[in-house]
């Protein structure tokens, strides 16, 4: 074998190798963001509970949902809440695998609601969610 085949098989390989890995990546806590953003203003319970794993949990004013099934159910509970109002979501916070967002929530002919959410990005999935605010006292989330 000639060096400069080998050279050339080498490179080749190498290119290979960093290629599948590259796609083999989960994406990262930015992406996420982006798709869950998305999947929430499309009001699309399928594409953000796709952003979760069978083990995610979200917690929401101390009440914990495990799992996609669960998650699902308290998006289908949030869309409907959020259907009748004004919502502005603050430009979110991202450190490495951690996202924290603040947002404000008007509700027809009621007063504005401040929230918050945190997150925890493993793997390309939200494993951990948090969800703070009054508004849920109000407009209540139930298993």
């Known amino acids: 074998m000639s060096a400069s085949f080998k050279t050339t098989l080498l490179a080749a390989l190498a290119a290979l190798t960093l290629g599948a890995s590259a796609q083999a990546s989960p994406p990262g806590t930015q992406e996420v963001w982006r798709h869950h953003i998305n999947a929430w203003n499309d009001k699309d319970v399928a594409a953000i509970t796709s952003d979760y794993t069978d083990s995610s949990i979200l917690i929401l004013n101390n009440q914990v949902f495990h799992g996609k ?11 409907q809440i959020f259907s009748t109002g ?22 027809k ?13 493993e793997n390309g999935k939200i494993q ?9 006292i109000s407009h209540p989330v139930t298993h």
Do not use: C, M
């Open 128 to 136: 951990v969610q948090t969800i703070a605010s009054e508004l849920y």
């Open 86 to 107: 004004e919502n502005k979501v603050d430009p979110p916070t991202i450190h490495g695998r951690t996202l924290y967002i603040t947002w404000h929530y008007a509700p």
């Open 69 to 79: 099934a669960a998650i699902a159910h308290v998006f289908s509970q949030l869309f």
């Open 109 to 121: 002919n009621e007063k504005t609601f401040f929230g918050s959410d945190s997150f925890i990005v």
